[in-house]
């Protein structure tokens, strides 16, 4: 296979991650006789530093034109006035928004070498293998807002929208993945206030009984998932929520790995190219560091491979590598619990030693 692949390293550790994912990648590449064409574009505060536009219209039409983007993080202090005339945040809703890119997918594994690194209980977290789907292109943060006149200065409004067809598409896709796991679905919702989840859960119910009766399926209302993903997250196989919902608890899911630096996330669409990146943000505090933990976007590339290049056994590789060093003991500084650690670029060198044989 010829692949062309897009990355964007963006802002803080993002480029010291995604480098050791593009190393990863090339390798698994000429191991299975494939070749990646690897270009990367700007995006992210960088672009608005450079172009003065967080995603370039050059760097959309690359996107748009590969078999796949990498992303690394955007974002960062230098770029937060409220005031300014763009974000980096923008251009990250734009690229999804543009590419089609509605259903983000996270999976929340714990490896049992790292139990202890979690600040649950070995008991809780042991076992736990979520896969979240979350809405992306629709909810609060793409329906209109603004802010108006008030009488004590001003008043701001976000609007929560959701159509039938939006809701159906992702709920679907959260049908048919369960459907190959444990045949387990849970839908996260607020029907007792918001009339937009009475419309997600009129919706998932029909799909769910008329498409997919052989799934176990339930509803928890918002704020319930937020506890039990703490008590009793092993009671959870596929969940599929709406937007903020979703950006909210699988950030909150992530700690029961012990790190963010840990978890890669996907978000598909169709058509066009996924985009694949670390579930962390730029974390500017330790950027240039060295120490970022570059396992996250690695395992990021391995779920490039496959649901954007249907290269399973590419991506089985790369997480059987990553399984191995922890095993092995090998830690960055996020999951070393003060022990030894590595390098950003001695953990990427740690996996390509195992992929090596």
Same mark, same amino acid.
């Given at each position: 296979?010829?692949?062309?692949?897009?990355?964007?390293?963006?802002?803080?550790?993002?480029?010291?991650?995604?480098?050791?994912?593009?190393?990863?990648?090339?390798?698994?590449?000429?191991?299975?006789?494939?070749?990646?064409?690897?270009?990367?574009?700007?995006?992210?505060?960088?672009?608005?530093?450079?172009?003065?536009?967080?995603?370039?219209?050059?760097?959309?039409?690359?996107?748009?034109?590969?078999?796949?983007?990498?992303?690394?993080?955007?974002?960062?202090?230098?770029?937060?006035?409220?005031?300014?005339?763009?974000?980096?945040?923008?251009?990250?809703?734009?690229?999804?928004?543009?590419?089609?890119?509605?259903?983000?997918?996270?999976?929340?594994?714990?490896?049992?070498?790292?139990?202890?690194?979690?600040?649950?209980?070995?008991?809780?977290?042991?076992?736990?293998?979520? /896969?979240?789907?979350?809405?992306?292109?629709?909810?609060?943060?793409?329906?209109?807002?603004?802010?108006?006149?008030?009488?004590?200065?001003?008043?701001?409004?976000?609007?929560?929208?959701?159509?039938?067809?939006?809701?159906?598409?992702?709920?679907?896709?959260?049908?048919?993945?369960?459907?190959?796991?444990?045949?387990?679905?849970?839908?996260?919702?607020?029907?007792?206030?918001?009339?937009?989840?009475?419309?997600?859960?009129?919706?998932?119910?029909?799909?769910?009984?008329?498409?997919?009766?052989?799934?176990?399926?339930?509803?928890?209302?918002?704020?319930?998932?937020?506890?039990?993903?703490?008590?009793?997250?092993?009671?959870?196989?596929?969940?599929?929520?709406?937007?903020?919902?979703?950006?909210?608890?699988?950030?909150?899911?992530?700690?029961?790995?012990?790190?963010?630096?840990?978890?890669?996330?996907?978000?598909?669409?169709?058509?066009?190219?996924?985009?694949?990146?670390?579930?962390?943000?730029?974390?500017?505090?330790?950027?240039?560091?060295?120490?970022?933990?570059?396992?996250?976007?690695?395992?990021?590339?391995?779920? /490039?491979?496959?649901?954007?290049?249907?290269?399973?056994?590419?991506?089985?590789?790369?997480?059987?590598?990553?399984?191995?060093?922890?095993?092995?003991?090998?830690?960055?500084?996020?999951?070393?619990?003060?022990?030894?650690? /590595?390098?950003?670029?001695?953990?990427?060198?740690?996996?390509?030693?195992?992929?090596?044989?």
């Amino acid at each position: 296979m010829h692949a062309k692949i897009v990355a964007l390293p963006g802002d803080g550790i993002g480029p010291e991650v995604v480098v050791e994912a593009e190393r990863v990648l090339q390798l698994v590449a000429g191991k299975f006789g494939h070749t990646f064409a690897i270009e990367r574009f700007p995006m992210g505060g960088c672009a608005i530093d450079s172009h003065g536009d967080p995603l370039p219209e050059h760097t959309l039409a690359a996107c748009k034109q590969a078999d796949a983007v990498l992303l690394g993080a955007v974002g960062g202090p230098k770029w937060d006035d409220p005031k300014a005339k763009t974000r980096p945040e923008v251009g990250l809703l734009k690229i999804r928004k543009e590419l089609g890119l509605f259903a983000n997918l996270r999976p929340i594994k714990t490896y049992q070498p790292l139990l202890d690194s979690s600040p649950l209980k070995r008991e809780i977290v042991e076992g736990v293998d979520i /896969l979240f789907f979350r809405e992306l292109t629709g909810g609060l943060y793409f329906g209109e807002s603004g802010r108006r006149p008030h009488p004590s200065g001003e008043q701001a409004y976000s609007t929560m929208i959701y159509s039938t067809e939006e809701i159906a598409r992702i709920v679907r896709l959260s049908c048919q993945a369960a459907m190959k796991r444990r045949k387990k679905l849970t839908m996260v919702d607020k029907a007792n206030v918001l009339e937009v989840s009475r419309l997600w859960r009129q919706v998932s119910q029909e799909i769910v009984s008329k498409e997919f009766p052989e799934l176990t399926y339930d509803v928890v209302l918002v704020d319930s998932m937020a506890m039990h993903l703490l008590s009793r997250p092993r009671d959870f196989d596929v969940v599929v929520t709406e937007n903020m919902f979703g950006d909210i608890l699988t950030d909150e899911g992530s700690m029961l790995t012990g790190s963010l630096g840990m978890l890669p996330s996907a978000s598909l669409g169709t058509p066009g190219p996924g985009l694949y990146e670390p579930i962390h943000g730029s974390a500017p505090d330790i950027a240039g560091k060295g120490i970022a933990n570059p396992l996250a976007t690695i395992l990021a590339g391995a779920m /490039l491979l496959r649901h954007s290049l249907n290269l399973e056994e590419e991506a089985r590789c790369i997480e059987a590598a990553v399984d191995r060093i922890l095993i092995e003991g090998f830690r960055t500084k996020d999951i070393a619990r003060g022990g030894a650690s /590595l390098s950003t670029n001695q953990m990427g060198d740690k996996v390509i030693e195992v992929i090596k044989g």
